[in-house]
């Protein structure tokens, strides 16, 4: 079933068939460097979600649970192990800093599809600190799970 234009072919639980869905998801993009956090509409294709990292390589990560979806964070895959100057921010309840701009789109559960990123901002913003500009470095361990990452950062000196 092709899509008309604007939109992409999906399945809807509610009618349990293929129908067409609307192109336009909530995503929500967090900015440390100019400390915003902010809803956008986007398609969440693999070429939207890079262009609002500002990434060409992607990373994610689950962020939350949100019963009938997930949302995830995307990253750039190299902003904590380039050795460069990033702007940062994490949130209190990790230690790990994210570097750069994230997207969080939200996933559904049952579909597997992207959705609306579910993640209240308010609540976001309750829980973000904002590191500024940092410097961050990566070692790896190696552990009997496999090779385990570790973050460390310092602030850059200006």
């Given at each position: 079933m092709p899509a008309r234009?604007?939109?992409?072919v999906g399945?809807?639980?509610?009618?349990?068939?293929?129908?067409?869905?609307?192109?336009?998801?909530?995503?929500?993009?967090?900015?440390p460097e100019q400390r915003t956090v902010k809803a956008v509409e986007t398609a969440a294709t693999t070429a939207d979600i890079r262009r609002?990292?500002?990434?060409?390589?992607?990373?994610?990560?689950?962020?939350a649970d949100h019963g009938t979806s997930f949302d995830y964070g995307?990253?750039?895959?190299?902003?904590?192990?380039?050795?460069?100057p990033i702007?940062?921010?994490?949130?209190?309840i990790a230690k790990?800093?994210?570097?750069?701009?994230?997207?969080?789109?939200?996933?559904?559960?049952?579909?597997r599809?992207?959705?609306?990123?579910?993640?209240?901002?308010g609540f976001l913003l309750e829980h973000i600190i904002w590191l500024g500009l940092i410097v961050?470095?990566?070692?790896?361990?190696e552990t009997e799970q496999g090779m385990r990452a570790i973050v460390t950062y310092e602030r850059a000196k200006a």
């Open positions: 234009p604007n939109t992409r399945f809807s639980k509610e009618k349990e068939e293929w129908e067409d869905l609307p192109m336009s998801l909530r995503a929500i993009v967090i900015d609002l990292v500002g990434a060409s390589g992607l990373s994610s990560f689950r962020i995307w990253v750039n895959d190299v902003g904590l192990m380039d050795g460069k702007y940062g921010f994490k949130f209190d790990d800093p994210i570097a750069g701009r994230c997207v969080f789109i939200g996933v559904d559960k049952e579909t599809e992207n959705t609306d990123a579910a993640t209240p901002i961050p470095e990566v070692f790896w361990e």
